[in-house]
């Protein structure tokens, strides 16, 4: 049998119908390039042993088992064998071509001496780690999709020996992580009216947690806790609380929470909000990335994105709680313990998208506390005490401001950050050695206009446009000290930055470029100390690993839809003095 076989497929940008390629096998189903076991039961899960699993690989500095490598999601590998003195002799090891170059934005989990990525199009991978060999491959079959930003998966998840996968069609997938075949299948959203997933979900402590997305389409959005072993919702939480639960209005915040003005009419919008008594039900507030989890209080910690319609703000007065803000929920029961809104009243498209990380940081007074950390769309990194949302600090601005927070008007206005500046989605990376966030930035100006526009149910609702104003954009890498908020160094690129960073033990960073580098820097300075060409977009976040004493770095590179990047398909894994033969095409 041949597993090569594919058939082609069409997708829309904006609203599409995917159908997925049959591949060796019918859709939905698992390709087995091994004589693997057939699937345990598929309601029995041991909790314990799953924990105490996930607990002992997130302490294997050999192994990356989650999405930022442990709960932190800080994407930082305790590895040294690859080290400043050595990585210019960094070989391409191996390289897996998935034959889907819709876009390649997955961050691979691995553990066990297997390697699990994802794609664009619903197919979950398993990999030999050490050679690429292919051991199965899973193709969902994906429905109908409304969904922002391009045909996407960022990940998985491993626990209890299954991979957890989200779809584009608002669906969570549990596989047999040894065979590829599926256990279960639940709707986490309803995929006619613009509820869709692209995050890699979060398993932790017997619950497998995803956030919906779909913010520029009038949805509710929350996160959601799910039973590993049977797909039974556990809990859901909104990011906006309906009147019962006290209003999504706020306190009316004319600054944010370190007295950056906002510019708004807060008396207009107090007038309009006996106009508005519904605008909460389709009030956006998405989640774009993974959570970070704070073990020690039990508190999941993430990020949320804008409230709906993005531009046009007259039609939801108040601050739009809980849109644009670092959040804290209990894990064991789902209820909000904190939170810090970024931007209030939203209109600018200023999604909170990169990742949550977690951190010991220096506050106000000089005292260490827990902290987390957010790379925002704004161009600021935002430190908040992790007991209690309290703010810390916001960073100097990691890309360019011009106009910042300049409303909105019919006629244009120009502004630098915007819908598509700061950090995007991209996450971060931080490393305990030097106390620096690494952030990834687009550079770019915005044109915003502002347009009434009705509600279309599942149709693209925005309330006027944005689009790039900037003839060349540009891209920062920025190394931010967290503890004062200063910028250490910055690299800046031609291209915009999108796609993540990983940093390691022997004194390194690593990102990847819109215009087809993979680098790695200086952790401590910057300077760039080796590079390599790829065919495509690096657009994707990098991991380490380790089998064997031998340290491995693996990224994809297959383009981005927002910076419209070279597309690929190729997952590129990297080692030192790599075995002749190395890195023939798989």
């Given at each position: 049998?041949?597993?090569?076989?594919?058939?082609?497929?069409?997708?829309?940008?904006?609203?599409?119908?995917?159908?997925?390629?049959?591949?060796?096998?019918?859709?939905?189903?698992?390709?087995?390039?091994?004589?693997?076991?057939?699937?345990?039961?598929?309601?029995?899960?041991?909790?314990?042993?799953?924990?105490?699993?996930?607990?002992?690989?997130?302490?294997?500095?050999?192994?990356?088992?989650?999405?930022?490598?442990?709960?932190?999601?800080?994407?930082?590998?305790?590895?040294?064998?690859?080290?400043?003195?050595?990585?210019?002799?960094?070989?391409?090891?191996?390289?897996?071509?998935?034959?889907?170059?819709?876009?390649?934005?997955?961050?691979?989990?691995?553990?066990?001496?297997?390697?699990?990525?994802?794609?664009?199009?619903?197919h979950v991978l398993a990999l030999d780690a050490r050679t690429g060999r292919r051991i199965w491959e899973h193709v969902e079959t994906t429905g109908r999709t409304i969904h922002c930003c391009g045909v996407i998966n960022r990940g998985?998840?491993?626990?209890?020996?299954?991979?957890?996968?989200?779809?584009?069609?608002?669906?969570?997938?549990?596989?047999?992580?040894?065979?590829?075949?599926?256990?279960?299948?639940?709707?986490?959203?309803?995929?006619?009216?613009?509820?869709?997933?692209?995050?890699?979900?979060?398993?932790?402590?017997?619950?497998?947690?995803?956030?919906?997305?779909?913010?520029?389409?009038?949805?509710?959005?929350?996160?959601?806790?799910?039973?590993?072993?049977?797909?039974?919702?556990?809990?859901?939480?909104?990011?906006?609380?309906?009147?019962?639960?006290?209003?999504?209005?706020?306190?009316?915040?004319?600054?944010?929470?370190?007295?950056?003005?906002?510019?708004?009419?807060?008396?207009?919008?107090?007038?309009?909000?006996?106009?508005?008594?519904?605008?909460?039900?389709?009030?956006?507030?998405?989640?774009?990335?993974?959570?970070?989890?704070?073990?020690?209080?039990?508190?999941?910690?993430?990020?949320?994105?804008?409230?709906?319609?993005?531009?046009?703000?007259?039609m939801r007065p108040g601050d739009n709680l809980y849109a644009n803000s670092i959040v804290g929920l209990d894990v064991r029961t789902g209820r909000i313990k904190w939170y810090m809104q970024e931007v209030s009243h939203d209109v600018?498209?200023?999604?909170?998208?990169?990742?949550?990380?977690?951190?010991?940081?220096?506050?106000?007074?000089?005292?260490?506390?827990?902290?987390?950390?957010?790379?925002?769309?704004?161009?600021?990194?935002?430190?908040?005490?992790?007991?209690?949302?309290?703010?810390?600090?916001?960073?100097?601005?990691?890309?360019?401001?011009?106009?910042?927070?300049?409303?909105?008007?019919?006629?244009?206005?120009?502004?630098?950050?915007?819908?598509?500046?700061?950090?995007?989605?991209s996450p971060a990376a931080y490393s305990p050695q030097t106390g620096y966030a690494y952030v990834l930035g687009l550079d770019l100006a915005i044109e915003y206009k502002v347009r009434h526009e009705d509600r279309d149910p599942g149709?693209?609702?925005?309330?006027?446009?944005?689009?790039?104003?900037?003839?060349?954009?540009?891209?920062?890498?920025?190394?931010?000290?967290?503890?004062?908020?200063?910028?250490?160094?910055?690299?800046?690129?031609?291209?915009?930055?999108?796609?993540?960073?990983?940093?390691?033990?022997?004194?390194?960073?690593?990102?990847?470029?819109?215009?087809?580098?993979?680098?790695?820097?200086?952790?401590?300075?910057?300077?760039?100390?080796?590079?390599?060409?790829?065919?495509?977009?690096?657009?994707?976040?990098?991991?380490?690993?380790?089998?064997?004493?031998?340290?491995?770095?693996?990224?994809?590179?297959?383009?981005?839809?927002?910076?419209?990047?070279?597309?690929?398909?190729?997952?590129?894994?990297?080692?030192?003095?790599?075995?002749?033969?190395?890195?023939?095409?798989?």
């Amino acid at each position: 049998m041949s597993c090569a076989r594919r058939s082609s497929v069409t997708v829309s940008a904006v609203i599409s119908t995917l159908t997925t390629a049959a591949l060796c096998i019918t859709a939905g189903a698992s390709i087995a390039c091994n004589n693997a076991a057939s699937a345990r039961p598929a309601d029995r899960i041991d909790i314990p042993a799953a924990n105490a699993r996930m607990t002992t690989d997130m302490r294997d500095a050999a192994a990356w088992p989650s999405f930022g490598r442990d709960y932190t999601n800080d994407r930082y590998s305790p590895l040294t064998t690859v080290n400043t003195g050595n990585v210019n002799e960094l070989q391409l090891a191996w390289e897996y071509h998935t034959g889907i170059t819709q876009g390649f934005e997955t961050s691979p989990v691995i553990a066990g001496g297997i390697m699990y990525i994802s794609t664009s199009l619903g197919h979950v991978l398993a990999l030999d780690a050490r050679t690429g060999r292919r051991i199965w491959e899973h193709v969902e079959t994906t429905g109908r999709t409304i969904h922002c930003c391009g045909v996407i998966n960022r990940g998985v998840a491993l626990y209890g020996g299954r991979v957890y996968m989200s779809t584009l069609d608002a669906r969570l997938v549990a596989l047999d992580a040894r065979t590829g075949n599926a256990i279960w299948t639940t709707r986490v959203g309803d995929n006619t009216q613009g509820y869709s997933l692209t995050a890699a979900p979060l398993a932790v402590d017997g619950k497998i947690i995803i956030g919906i997305s779909g913010g520029e389409y009038g949805i509710r959005g929350y996160v959601s806790a799910y039973d590993p072993a049977t797909g039974k919702m556990l809990w859901r939480w909104y990011t906006i609380p309906s009147p019962g639960d006290g209003g999504w209005w706020g306190k009316w915040n004319t600054a944010d929470p370190f007295g950056t003005p906002f510019n708004r009419d807060v008396a207009r919008e107090k007038r309009d909000s006996a106009k508005y008594p519904d605008a909460w039900k389709t009030g956006g507030a998405p989640m774009w990335q993974t959570p970070a989890y704070d073990t020690a209080t039990h508190t999941l910690i993430f990020s949320t994105g804008n409230p709906s319609p993005d531009v046009d703000g007259s039609m939801r007065p108040g601050d739009n709680l809980y849109a644009n803000s670092i959040v804290g929920l209990d894990v064991r029961t789902g209820r909000i313990k904190w939170y810090m809104q970024e931007v209030s009243h939203d209109v600018w498209d200023f999604d909170a998208a990169s990742p949550v990380l977690l951190m010991d940081a220096r506050d106000a007074s000089g005292q260490m506390v827990p902290a987390a950390a957010e790379a925002g769309k704004t161009g600021w990194l935002y430190v908040v005490d992790r007991r209690n949302g309290h703010p810390i600090r916001k960073s100097q601005e990691f890309t360019p401001h011009t106009n910042m927070f300049t409303q909105p008007m019919p006629q244009g206005i120009k502004q630098k950050s915007g819908a598509f500046g700061g950090s995007e989605w991209s996450p971060a990376a931080y490393s305990p050695q030097t106390g620096y966030a690494y952030v990834l930035g687009l550079d770019l100006a915005i044109e915003y206009k502002v347009r009434h526009e009705d509600r279309d149910p599942g149709a693209w609702w925005v309330g006027g446009s944005y689009y790039g104003a900037t003839a060349k954009p540009a891209g920062t890498f920025t190394a931010v000290d967290v503890n004062t908020g200063s910028v250490a160094w910055q690299a800046r690129f031609d291209k915009p930055m999108i796609g993540g960073a990983l940093a390691t033990a022997g004194g390194l960073v690593f990102a990847g470029t819109s215009d087809k580098r993979f680098i790695a820097f200086d952790a401590r300075t910057g300077q760039i100390l080796w590079q390599y060409g790829t065919k495509a977009g690096v657009n994707a976040p990098p991991v380490s690993y380790a089998i064997d004493d031998t340290q491995y770095v693996a990224v994809a590179a297959g383009g981005n839809w927002i910076v419209d990047s070279p597309r690929g398909d190729a997952l590129l894994v990297f080692r030192l003095g790599a075995a002749p033969g190395a890195g023939a095409p798989r």
